[in-house]
C-alpha cells in the first residue's frame, strides 16, 4: 500500500502542525482539497485539544493529524532560570512591566501522562505526530493497536533510527531550513542538516516512508523533494498567510516585511527558526547566559512579548517561519493547495 493510500489521501501534501497557528478550520480545507491537514496540539490543554479535534471533525469527513510535544521535561535550574530572567529584566523595565520572580513549566510532553493519549484513542483521528521525541513504547502500542498512524520528526540520521526501532509508521525529515522549533531530540545538539540531505541520507539507511519538512514554498520545490526519495511534503510557513491561519495582523505583516529568518533558543529555551526581531538582535548578544529550560524559558518570552505588545512594540513575537518565507504567498488554503499540485504537475 503507498502512503497515500495508507493516509487516504490524494495528493502528497501535509499541512505542518503549527501550535498556536492551527485552527481547525485550515485543518479541514486543507484535507477537504485532498491533501492531510493537521492540528498542532502540543501548547493545548487537554480539553482545548478535544475541543479543537471535535471542530475539525464537524468540518471535514476525510483524515487529519494531530500532533504532540514529546520532550524531554527536566527540572528548572533555579541558577540558570535566575540569571536568564535577571538578562531579560531590563526589557521588563522598559515596558514598565512586572519581573516575574518564578517561571511555570507551560507545556506538559505526551511523555508525562496518558491523558493525551486517552484523548487521541476517544476521538481517532486518522494519524498522530511527535515533535521533539518518541512517545513511550505502551502508547506506541495503544496508538497501533487502534489503528492510528504515528509519525515523527527527525533532524538526523540518529534520530531516524530511533524513531524507526520504537515502532513509528513514517519519519518526517525536518531540515535546517524549517520555520518553527528545531525537532532535536537533544537540546544541545543540532547537526543542522539540510532537507534534500535528510531525505538521501533517512532513503540510504531506514526502511520507513520519508516526508519532507522545511523551506519548501512551491510545487517544484516539493517534486524536486519527492524525486530524491520523499514520498510526500509538509508545508508549514507557506500556509501561515492563509486566512484560515491563526497568525495575527503584526506577523502576517512581518512575514512580507521582514522575511529574514534565524534560529534562536531565547524565546522558548529551544531552537526554533524565526524572523529576525528584538530576540536575535539585542537578546542574542554574545554575552547571553545561559537560556532556561523549555518550556520554562517559553513562559518569559510570552510574558516580554505580552508587555512589549501593550507598548505597541511586537518585536518579541514568536513569529515563527522557514529560511524561503520570501516566497510566502496570500491565497486561501484550498487554492494553494491546488497551485502546489498543479506546479508539481509541471516539474
Ligand atoms: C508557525 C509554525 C509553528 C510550528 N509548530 C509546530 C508544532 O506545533 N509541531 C510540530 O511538529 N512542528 C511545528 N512546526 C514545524 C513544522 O512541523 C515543519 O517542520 C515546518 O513548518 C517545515 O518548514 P517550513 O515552515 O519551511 O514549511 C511549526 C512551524 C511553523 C512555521
Same mark, same amino acid.
Given at each position: 500500500?503507498? +502512503?497515500?493510500?495508507?493516509?487516504?489521501?490524494?495528493?502528497?501534501?501535509? =499541512?505542518?502542525?503549527?501550535?498556536?497557528?492551527?485552527?481547525? /478550520? +485550515?485543518?479541514?480545507?486543507?484535507?477537504?482539497?485532498?491533501? =492531510?491537514?493537521?492540528?498542532g496540539?502540543?501548547?493545548?490543554?487537554?480539553?482545548?485539544?478535544?475541543?479543537q479535534?471535535?471542530?475539525? *471533525?464537524?468540518?471535514?469527513?476525510?483524515?487529519?493529524?494531530?500532533?504532540?510535544?514529546?520532550?524531554?521535561?527536566?527540572?528548572?535550574?533555579? $541558577?540558570?532560570?535566575?540569571?536568564?530572567? $535577571?538578562? =531579560?529584566?531590563?526589557?521588563?523595565?522598559?515596558?514598565?512591566?512586572?519581573?516575574?520572580?518564578?517561571?511555570?513549566?507551560?507545556?506538559?510532553?505526551?511523555?508525562?501522562?496518558?491523558?493525551?493519549?486517552?484523548?487521541?484513542?476517544?476521538? %481517532?483521528? /486518522?494519524?498522530?505526530?511527535?515533535?521533539?521525541?518518541?512517545?513511550?513504547?505502551?502508547?506506541?502500542?495503544?496508538?497501533?493497536?487502534?489503528?492510528?498512524? !504515528?509519525?515523527?520528526?527527525?533532524?538526523? =540520521?540518529?534520530?531516524?533510527?530511533?524513531?524507526? &526501532?520504537?515502532?513509528?509508521?513514517?519519519?518526517?525529515? *525536518?531540515?535546517?531550513?524549517?520555520?518553527?522549533?528545531?525537532?532535536?531530540?537533544?537540546?544541545?545538539?543540532?547537526?543542522?542538516?539540510? !532537507?534534500?540531505? +535528510?531525505?538521501?541520507?533517512f532513503?540510504?539507511?531506514?526502511?520507513?516512508?520519508?516526508?519532507?519538512?522545511?523551506?519548501?514554498?512551491?510545487?517544484?520545490?516539493?517534486?524536486?523533494?519527492?524525486?530524491?526519495?520523499?514520498?510526500?511534503?509538509?508545508?508549514?510557513?507557506?500556509?501561515?498567510?492563509?486566512?484560515?491561519?491563526?497568525?495575527?495582523?503584526?506577523?502576517r505583516?512581518?512575514?512580507?516585511?521582514?522575511?529574514?529568518? $534565524?534560529?534562536?533558543?531565547?524565546?522558548?529555551?529551544?531552537? &526554533? %527558526?524565526?524572523?529576525i526581531?528584538?530576540?536575535?538582535?539585542?537578546?542574542?548578544?554574545?554575552?547571553?547566559?545561559?537560556?532556561?529550560?523549555?518550556?520554562?524559558c517559553?513562559? +518569559?518570552?510570552? $510574558?516580554?512579548?505580552?508587555?512589549?505588545?501593550?507598548?505597541?512594540?511586537?518585536?518579541?513575537?514568536?513569529?515563527? &517561519?522557514?529560511s524561503?518565507?520570501?516566497?510566502?504567498?496570500?491565497?486561501?488554503?484550498?487554492?494553494?493547495?491546488?497551485?502546489?499540485?498543479?506546479?508539481?504537475?509541471?516539474?
Amino acid at each position: 500500500m503507498t +502512503l497515500l493510500e495508507r493516509l487516504e489521501i490524494k495528493h502528497p501534501i501535509l =499541512l505542518a502542525p503549527m501550535a498556536g497557528v492551527s485552527t481547525p /478550520k +485550515l485543518a479541514a480545507e486543507v484535507s477537504n482539497q485532498g491533501g =492531510l491537514g493537521s492540528l498542532g496540539l502540543g501548547a493545548n490543554t487537554v480539553e482545548d485539544a478535544r475541543q479543537q479535534i471535535l471542530a475539525t *471533525q464537524a468540518l471535514t469527513h476525510r483524515p487529519f493529524q494531530v500532533n504532540f510535544f514529546c520532550h524531554q521535561s527536566l527540572p528548572l535550574d533555579p $541558577q540558570v532560570s535566575a540569571q536568564w530572567i $535577571q538578562y =531579560l529584566t531590563p526589557y521588563f523595565e522598559k515596558y514598565h512591566a512586572t519581573v516575574p520572580t518564578e517561571l511555570k513549566c507551560i507545556y506538559p510532553s505526551f511523555l508525562d501522562h496518558d491523558d493525551y493519549l486517552k484523548l487521541v484513542l476517544e476521538t %481517532r483521528p /486518522k494519524a498522530v505526530s511527535f515533535h521533539f521525541g518518541i512517545p513511550h513504547s505502551h502508547q506506541i502500542q495503544a496508538l497501533k493497536a487502534a489503528d492510528i498512524i !504515528t509519525l515523527a520528526s527527525a533532524t538526523n =540520521l540518529a534520530e531516524a533510527l530511533a524513531i524507526e &526501532a520504537a515502532g513509528i509508521d513514517i519519519i518526517i525529515a *525536518q531540515g535546517i531550513e524549517a520555520g518553527g522549533h528545531r525537532g532535536i531530540f537533544n537540546n544541545h545538539f543540532d547537526s543542522a542538516v539540510k !532537507t534534500s540531505d +535528510l531525505i538521501q541520507l533517512f532513503k540510504q539507511h531506514c526502511h520507513l516512508p520519508i516526508i519532507a519538512a522545511g523551506g519548501i514554498m512551491n510545487g517544484q520545490h516539493a517534486q524536486a523533494l519527492i524525486n530524491l526519495g520523499a514520498e510526500a511534503v509538509q508545508l508549514g510557513t507557506a500556509f501561515v498567510q492563509c486566512k484560515s491561519s491563526n497568525a495575527n495582523a503584526a506577523y502576517r505583516k512581518a512575514l512580507f516585511n521582514k522575511p529574514i529568518t $534565524q534560529v534562536s533558543a531565547s524565546i522558548s529555551g529551544r531552537p &526554533a %527558526r524565526g524572523l529576525i526581531n528584538h530576540w536575535h538582535t539585542q537578546v542574542d548578544r554574545p554575552e547571553r547566559p545561559e537560556v532556561a529550560t523549555y518550556p520554562y524559558c517559553y513562559d +518569559l518570552g510570552k $510574558q516580554l512579548n505580552n508587555a512589549a505588545i501593550a507598548h505597541g512594540d511586537d518585536g518579541f513575537g514568536a513569529f515563527w &517561519a522557514g529560511s524561503n518565507v520570501a516566497h510566502i504567498r496570500e491565497m486561501e488554503a484550498a487554492d494553494l493547495i491546488n497551485q502546489l499540485v498543479l506546479e508539481m504537475s509541471q516539474t
